[in-house]
C-alpha cells in the first residue's frame, strides 16, 4: 500500500521522481526511525467510513536551518484530494505536538507549486514565515515554511 501511495501521479509531481521498490523500503526504513526515535512519523490516513487507505499524515522531527522541529506532513492520493482528510489528519498531528508533545510550534514546509497542501496549512492557521532550500535526489527544492505557535 505504502507504493502505492508514494507511486501516485500527484506524489510524483510534487517530488519529482518515481519511487522504486528500493525507494519504498527506504521510505519505510525511515518511518520506522521515526518511531523509534520520536515514538510518532507518517501514520496511515484512513477514511472512517469505507475503511480505505487514503494517504499517509504524520509528525516528523525536521532540521530547518539547524533548528531541530516538529513538522506535520500528508501525503494522500491524488483520487482523495478535497475530502478533507490532509485538514482533519493534520489538526489531529497539531493537537498531538501541542498538547501531548508540549511543542512550542510545529510547521509545515511546502514546495510553492503544491496550491492545496499550502490551503490546508492555512485552513490551520499557521502563517508563511519564511523559505529555504532542500536538497533532494541533487535536486534543489524551494520549500516555503509555514508556522504555528502553540495557544
Known sequence: MIANIMRDAGVLK????????????????????????????????????????VGQIGLLKENIDGEEIWAIGYILMSEYYGNGYATEGARA????????????????????????SIAVAKRLGMIETGMFIKSYRGIEMPHLIFELNSK
Not at 518511518?31 to 472512517?48: C, F
Not at 501531548?100 to 503544491?114: S, V
Request: proline share 3%; charged share 35%; hydrophobic share 35%.
Open 14 to 53: 510534487i517530488w519529482e521522481h518515481y519511487f522504486s521498490d528500493d525507494d519504498v523500503r527506504e521510505w519505510i526504513d525511515r518511518r520506522k526511525k521515526g518511531y523509534e526515535n520520536y515514538r510518532i512519523d507518517y501514520l496511515l490516513a484512513v477514511n472512517k467510513l469505507s475503511q480505505k487507505i
Open 93 to 116: 498531528m497539531a493537537d498531538y505536538a501541542f498538547n501531548t508533545l508540549k511543542a512550542p510550534k510545529i510547521i509545515c514546509d511546502i514546495r510553492p507549486m503544491n496550491k492545496s
